[in-house]
């Protein structure tokens, strides 16, 4: 049951921003811009996240890892910088991916697939990486 709540919440978060991005685009005409670039990442992270939790591929544990890893690193990256706030605030995405790691490992006996599907963790990576940029590029300039 837990796997399709966090399904619907993945992909309820997906539709949410896909539905921001159609405002911004009835508002300001059909532009590309940093913000709805960013929103379109955020929209393919979470789709992906909610197709995984909905059908128990292991795949996320390998997605939510890399998650893991990168905010970490930015953490690392902004409390060695003197950027304390930004570094604290980072500090809540850990340990809800640590929370939900945690549960993957705890129920990876119901997980299918392979840990590594490139045409889905390519994207996946990606959209992480791009969103990450996008997301702290202001604040490194």
Known sequence: GMYLVLSVIFYGISIYTA????MLILDTGITLTLASTLFLCYVLLNGVIG??????????AVAFS??????????????????????TAL????VMTAAILLFLFLTRHFLSGRYFTPKTLIPFWV???LSSLLTNFSVLH
């Open 91 to 94: 500090l809540v995405g850990i």
């Open 19 to 22: 539905l921001g991005i159609v």
């Open 127 to 129: 959209a992480l990486l």
């Open 66 to 87: 890399s998650n893991l890893v990168l905010t970490g690193f930015l953490t690392v990256f902004f409390s060695t910088n003197d950027m304390m706030p930004r570094a």
């Open 51 to 60: 197709y995984g939790f909905m059908f128990y591929k292991k795949w996320l």
